[in-house]
C-alpha cells in the first residue's frame, strides 16, 4: 500500500475560522511533508517532519501550526489565514527524511479556499 | 540555490506522437531526480525516479534519462494517448545547508494530448 491519505478534499473557511488539515500514512515512513500550491505553480515545502518531530520550517506563517500526533498522522492547523493563502495542500511521506534513495509519495491534497 | 527549469510550458500533441520533456537543474550536487504527472486539481503521481548514479529509467511507454554532469533529463513519451494529458513535474532532490533532503520542483509542463 502505497497511498497517502488527505481529508478534507475541499475546505472552504472565513478569515476568522479555525480549521485542520489531516493526511495519514501507513506505509512505515518516518517522515512527513506538507507542500502548498498555488495555481499553475510547482509545489513549494512548508514542514518536514522526521521521527514524529519538526525538523524543518521553511519559514511559514504562525497562522499554520502543523502537529505529528504519531508517525502515522500528520494534521495542519489554521487559523486567521488570508485569501492569499488559498492553494491546494499536499502531503507527502517518505522512509526517512535523509538519505539519498528516498521516494516521496504525495496524496490528493485538500484545496483550500479563504473567503 | 538549486533551480529547476522545465521546457516546454505547454505542449500540445496530436495523439500517437511520440515526444520528450526537458528538465534542467543548475546544480548538479543531487540524489537523484524524479518525474510526476499531476492532474488537474489532483495531487503529484510520480512517474519514474532516477539515482544520481543511474543514466535512466523506464515504466512502460515512458523513458527517462538523467545526465547530471550536464544537469539534464527528458522524459520520453512513446505513441502518447490522449489520457497523457496532464501537468508533468521534474523534482530534483538536493541537500542544502542543515542535511536535509528536499524536494526542488520545476514549475512544469501541461501536456494535451488530442483525438
Known amino acids: 500500500d502505497t497511498e497517502v491519505t488527505q481529508t478534507p478534499k475541499h475546505l472552504v473557511m472565513g478569515m476568522t475560522n479555525k480549521k485542520s488539515l489531516k493526511c495519514e500514512q501507513h506505509m512505515g515512513h518516518r517522515a512527513m511533508y506538507w507542500y502548498k500550491q498555488k495555481a499553475k505553480k510547482p509545489p513549494e515545502l512548508m514542514f518536514v517532519?522526521?521521527?514524529?518531530?519538526?525538523?524543518i520550517n521553511e519559514s511559514v506563517p504562525s497562522r499554520f501550526s502543523p502537529e505529528c500526533p504519531n508517525s502515522s498522522l500528520l494534521n495542519l492547523h489554521l487559523h486567521a489565514l488570508q485569501p492569499e493563502d488559498s492553494a491546494l495542500y499536499l502531503c507527502?511521506?517518505?522512509?526517512?527524511?535523509?538519505?539519498?534513495?528516498?521516494?516521496?509519495?504525495f496524496g490528493p491534497g485538500t484545496r483550500l479556499l479563504v473567503l | 540555490k538549486q533551480e529547476v527549469t522545465q521546457i516546454p510550458a505547454a505542449l500540445s500533441v496530436p495523439e500517437g506522437e511520440n515526444l520528450v520533456l526537458n528538465c534542467s537543474f543548475t546544480d548538479s550536487a543531487i540524489y537523484n531526480l524524479q518525474w510526476f504527472r499531476q492532474d488537474p486539481g489532483k495531487g503529484l503521481t510520480s512517474l519514474l525516479l532516477?539515482?544520481?548514479?543511474?543514466r535512466e529509467q523506464t515504466s512502460g511507454r515512458l523513458n527517462a534519462s538523467l545526465d547530471k554532469s550536464s544537469g539534464r533529463s527528458t522524459l520520453y513519451i512513446a505513441a502518447s494517448q490522449p489520457g497523457d494529458s496532464a501537468t508533468y513535474l521534474c523534482a530534483v532532490r538536493s541537500t542544502p545547508g542543515g542535511g536535509y533532503n528536499k524536494l526542488i520542483f520545476g514549475a512544469g509542463t501541461r501536456l494535451a494530448v488530442h483525438p
Open positions: 532516477i539515482q544520481s548514479s543511474q
Open positions: 507527502a511521506s517518505s522512509q526517512f527524511s535523509t538519505g539519498g534513495e528516498q521516494t516521496q509519495y
Open positions: 517532519y522526521s521521527y514524529e518531530k519538526l525538523s
